[in-house]
């Protein structure tokens, strides 16, 4: 299943969580979303935050040792990396031109939270399309 055809994404009790990650930082923050992909559904079980190299209030780079280790937790849990989250400390949270390029590299599901929204894309003919994110 490729990221680009996913429907929706359910986020179950995490949806709380994701705002509060973006309403208490200063810098961006990344999270490693472990879940599982049903049909056209990705659903996310468990979120492996991992440090942004970059520490800025405007861009993020994943630690890419965490990333490993995050991976060999989903591993350990049957699960696997659904998706990369992080958050804007400003507004709005949909995918910066940095993102973009990103999300070539990284064909998951990106879910964006800033303090007055979470949203979720996903990577489309070189852009994002933005998918609903369930609870
Ligand atoms: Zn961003």
Request: hydrophobic fraction near 40%; glycine fraction near 6%.
């Amino acid at each position: 299943m490729k990221a680009s055809k996913l429907d929706r994404v359910r986020v179950g009790p995490l949806a709380t969580v994701l705002k509060m990650y973006a309403v208490a930082s200063e810098v961006e923050r990344v999270a490693i979303m472990l879940g599982v992909i049903e049909g056209s559904e990705a659903r996310v079980y468990s979120l492996y935050e991992v440090e942004n190299l970059k520490g800025s209030p405007v861009k993020f780079e994943a630690d890419p040792w965490q990333v490993v280790q995050a991976s060999k937790t989903a591993e350990k849990y049957g699960l696997e990396i659904v998706g990369v989250f992080h958050t804007h400390t400003s507004c709005p949270a949909s995918p910066s031109p940095k993102d973009l390029e990103g999300m070539k590299a990284w064909p998951y599901v990106w879910i964006i939270a800033c303090k007055d929204e979470v949203r979720a894309w996903v990577p489309s003919e070189g852009s994002a399309r933005e998918i609903p994110l369930e609870e």
